[in-house]
């Protein structure tokens, strides 16, 4: 139809507003890589998709992350060789949250930016079928439709998978959990 425009849906993911300014101070004082990059990533320009620049998700922070690919995009310096550890087990729990890494040395960027770019665009054709799957259309005949809740089970909940069981409190323990009832 003329006149409607298709909207990429977003995830919305919570963050420690405590990082909004440090973010805002990284995103000033970026290493010449991330500059580099940005300039191929900002305005759309890698496939129409739109990437944020030192995002914060959770109580860490990215250097790119697109939301429409759950994408985040690290490019690894000097300063990660000391904290390895720290960043594996931060890409974990991001990834607990659905989030996809890719990871870049420094010296690639700088040296062959074309190569890095050239990987990340691959990568977003890979997946683009996958993430579509993942995030169906809802069916506009269900719309304000809802299920009664059954009183005989008032009050009941299904029981967390334990592989993912606090993921959501490590992630997010400045935000207060809600089951749907406050």
């Not at 739109?50 to 000097?78: H, Y």
């Not at 040296?111 to 050239?118: C, F, K």
């Not at 029981?159 to 959990?177: D, V, W």
Request: charged share 30%; proline share 6%.
């Amino acid at each position: 139809m003329q006149g409607w425009v298709t909207m990429k849906r977003k995830t919305i993911l919570p963050y420690n507003p405590i990082l909004k300014n440090l973010a805002r101070e990284l995103r000033k004082n970026g290493t010449l890589s991330e500059v580099l990059l940005w300039r191929h990533l900002k305005s759309k320009q890698l496939l129409e998709y739109d990437f944020d620049r030192q995002k914060p998700i959770g109580n860490f922070i990215v250097d790119f992350f697109c939301n429409e690919l759950m994408l985040a995009i690290e490019i690894d310096g000097e300063s990660h060789n000391y904290k390895i550890w720290q960043d594996r087990e931060r890409q974990k729990m991001l990834e607990g949250a659905g989030v996809r890494f890719l990871r870049f040395t420094d010296e690639d960027v700088k040296q062959n930016i074309e190569g890095v770019v050239g990987v990340i665009e691959r990568w977003v054709r890979e997946n683009q079928a996958n993430i579509e799957a993942v995030r169906p259309t809802p069916n506009p005949s269900q719309e304000g439709t809802f299920e009664k809740p059954n009183p005989s089970q008032e009050g009941t909940f299904e029981k967390p998978n334990p592989s993912q069981e606090g993921t959501f409190k490590r992630l997010y323990p400045f935000q207060k959990e809600t089951h749907g009832n406050e």
